[in-house]
């Protein structure tokens, strides 16, 4: 990838030189004009302005216009943090005159200037308009077309799926309707489905959605300049994905037990309650790979003495470095709730101190946290912080991840955040805030992920069960919930009051300690419901599938690493020529071959969903469907819609209590027959970064169906991890028989 950016700097830097030697409407420094330029100049808000277009890739466009300087010379552009630090190439183009419109091209664009109102109509290699961007002389607000289809992204909470007709802030918040939503997130990277996308860099304000015609708003506190936006145009959405993750960075890769089941705690009575939770998950053999402890003062008693404080709770562990020996010693990772950062955070752990001990610095901040990471946490649970300043959120998330490497300097972090902002997915995991305990709000989460992942932050998942209870928490409610959770990249149960958040509590009659304390007003579940025996097993199954699912979702996550697509995939990613597959905010592609469809209404005997062009197979009877048309799938309680896609190769490992746990059964190739497909199997330590040494495997499963045959081969630049040869039990489905394949490494073909 580097390789190629250097060829486009190349290539951009000639086009920039062509340019400048054969238009005089290319700006000079002003002691290198030939004679003095008479023509009235550019002015936005009364100010001097010069616009730029820049070539990023041949798929992507910068435009920018800058207020030109007492010396005439135009304001560079800030260093944003939401955009990764790289040498960007030199201008293409640069106009500050008022002058005749024109046409350039300029890489894979051709764009139409036009000073009176200041526009530019950007189209692409067919000749097809991309973008239209118009900015308002007096305001400086900066108009843009829509197109026909549906507008996606923009972050997290606020009205779902489409985001046409809707006004959104591209401030932080927690409060409104978050929660039903979750709290607002933005992240100013709008998808149009047709083709384009574009990320608007500055300045902050309110989009506005209405009409045909978009606009961008400065905000009161802003002054309208620079304004700095990307426009992408691909004939793939996947190819939108990348460029963003281009510009803003590739997501983080995180340990293997992060995508494991999280269990979180409110109200700790005392430390043999502690290991009581963890001991019951360990006996009922309901699998789990993280304890995650609240911080007191959002419940009574939390892991600490009354938060922000950094002293662990005597009445909860006594032995603090003993007691998170004692949970890690059963195989939990270990992960700590915190808030309160300070207002102003900026720099990072790296660097040195300034010698004033400003409590803003982020080093300063971490030596707080420092002596408990020592002790062996595993990962903290960064809270709150919507006040903060874009560039002091992603100085927050990034402080996690750096400084937990300062002591496992090859360990790779974890850090869970109620807020961010473009450019987090480098460092760090989001979930989606404080919401409601009722079947609307189920419902609303799942647009608001698929949304946030299109958005560029692919590691996102929300409380299961919902956050406030109502009369309508039930134990229906949390299977349902739970179900959705198990297909999220974050898979957590959280929310008040705890006892009901566990995966058995929903048959013991007791609703745990009082923990209403200075939370707002919210009503407690019918205590009939704590004797429903039907809730355990079914989270059981969907605990084991997560588990069995892990070599699937591994291979994706790491495939998101490098791309930037999502594991939480809208339809419209790989259907963009499916009006009706474009539509669907209620369902979503896990990866690329396997649909999923939560139950989201009360008492449902049924579900409703769209299947795309081809075949499927349901997951549950490996019964054939063909697609391209909406179904009704009858459902109980334990069954959540899931198909797989004709020529899909799923790899299913054994079920286990934690990631890590040793199994000497084999992993499963299940190839779902009926299309030619493929897929890579990926591996590696699961917790270091050698992976970046090539300490990894990657395994391609290529399926020709004509010929029933499956190939197994390494991918270039990988190999075989110990064991030395892997043996698979590979089947076509819907045939129960299975094959027992051994792959040395080397190519192998199998006639199945």
Not at 116 to 135: A, C, M, S, T, Y
């Amino acid at each position: 990838m580097k390789t190629t950016f250097r060829k486009l700097e190349a290539i951009t830097c000639s086009i920039s030189f062509l340019f400048a030697l054969s238009s005089d409407v290319f700006a000079q420094a002003p002691d290198r004009h030939p004679r003095p330029d008479t023509r009235p100049l550019l002015e936005i808000r009364g100010r001097p302005v010069e616009a730029a277009l820049t070539v990023v890739s041949e798929r992507a466009l910068r435009v920018s216009v800058s207020p030109l300087e007492g010396n005439g010379v135009a304001a560079p552009l800030a260093d944003e943090p939401a955009l990764v630090k790289r040498d960007w190439p030199a201008a293409a183009f640069r106009l500050r005159s008022v002058t005749a419109e024109q046409t350039i091209k300029v890489a894979g664009f051709q764009v139409t200037v036009t000073p009176e109102p200041l526009q530019f109509v950007i189209r692409g290699k067919d000749n097809q308009v991309v973008q239209e961007l118009r900015l308002d002389k007096s305001t400086g607000s900066l108009s843009f077309r829509l197109g026909d289809g549906p507008i996606l992204g923009l972050g997290q909470g606020a009205a779902q799926f489409d985001r046409r007709g809707k006004k959104l802030s591209m401030r932080a918040s927690h409060s409104g309707d978050r929660v039903l939503y979750g709290g607002r997130v933005p992240i100013p990277w709008m998808l149009g489905t047709e083709g384009w996308a574009i990320f608007f860099n500055q300045p902050r304000g309110e989009i506005s959605l209405n009409g045909n015609e978009g606009r961008l708003l400065p905000a009161s506190d802003q002054s309208g300049l620079p304004i700095d936006l990307f426009v992408v145009s691909a004939n793939q959405p996947t190819d939108l994905m990348q460029e963003y993750a281009s510009l803003t960075g590739f997501p983080a890769m995180p340990p293997l037990w992060a995508l494991g089941y999280q269990q979180s705690h409110r109200t700790l009575l005392d430390k043999q309650a502690v290991l009581a939770i963890a001991s019951t998950l360990r006996e009922k053999k309901l699998p789990c790979d993280v304890l995650i402890y609240l911080g007191t003062g959002f419940c009574p008693s939390g892991w600490n003495t009354p938060q922000p404080s950094f002293t662990f709770n005597p009445k909860v562990f006594p032995d603090p470095a003993r007691d998170v020996k004692e949970l890690r010693s059963k195989n939990f990772k270990v992960v700590l709730h915190v808030v309160d950062p300070p207002p102003r955070l900026f720099g990072t752990v790296s660097d040195k101190p300034s010698g004033t001990a400003d409590p803003n610095e982020a080093r300063e901040y971490w030596n707080l946290h420092q002596p408990i990471s020592k002790l062996g946490i595993d990962g903290w649970w960064p809270d709150e912080a919507e006040e903060l300043s874009d560039a002091s959120r992603l100085a927050r998330i990034r402080m996690y991840w750096d400084g937990s490497q300062l002591d496992y300097p090859n360990q790779r972090p974890y850090a869970l955040h109620r807020t961010g902002y473009a450019g987090m997915q480098r460092h760090g995991w989001l979930w989606s805030g404080d919401v409601a305990s009722n079947w609307e709000t189920l419902r609303s989460q799942v647009p608001v992920g698929i949304n946030t992942s299109l958005s560029g932050v692919p590691l996102w998942g929300t409380d299961i069960g919902g956050f406030y209870p109502t009369k309508e928490f039930t134990g229906e409610l949390f299977v349902r919930w739970f179900q959705f959770g198990a297909f999220c990249p974050l898979f957590r149960s959280h929310g008040i009051p705890s006892y009901l958040h566990f995966p058995w509590s929903w048959n013991t009659g007791d609703f745990g300690p009082p923990e209403l304390g200075n939370r707002p007003p919210f009503e407690l579940p019918d205590g009939a419901e704590l004797r429903n025996p039907k809730v355990e097993p079914i989270c059981r199954k969907f605990l084991e599938l997560r588990y069995r699912m892990m070599p699937y979702l591994y291979s994706l996550v790491r495939e998101t690493h490098e791309t930037g697509i999502p594991i939480m995939r809208a339809l419209w990613l790989h259907y963009s020529d499916d009006p009706q597959a474009v539509s669907r905010g209620d369902e979503y592609l896990w990866g690329r071959d396997i649909l999923v469809a939560p139950v989201t209404e009360k008492g449902a005997m049924s579900r409703k969903l769209y299947l795309p062009r081809g075949a499927w197979y349901d997951f549950w009877t490996e019964t054939k469907a063909e697609g391209g048309r909406e179904i009704n799938r009858e459902v109980d309680l334990g069954t959540l819609p899931l198909y797989v896609r004709a020529g899909t190769i799923l790899p299913l490992g054994p079920v286990k209590q934690y990631s890590a746990e040793k199994s000497d059964e084999v992993l499963s190739l299940t190839v779902y027959p009926g299309a030619d497909g493929q897929f890579v199997l990926y591996e590696d330590d699961g917790t270091t970064f050698n992976f970046a040494n090539a300490e990894f495997m990657k395994m391609r499963c290529e399926w020709k169906d004509s010929t029933r045959e499956l190939t197994l081969q390494l991918e270039k630049g990988s190999k075989l991890l110990s064991p030395g040869l892997r043996k698979f039990k590979v089947r076509v489905a819907p045939a129960t028989q299975t094959r027992e394949v051994t792959f040395s490494g080397k190519m192998a073909k199998v006639q199945l």
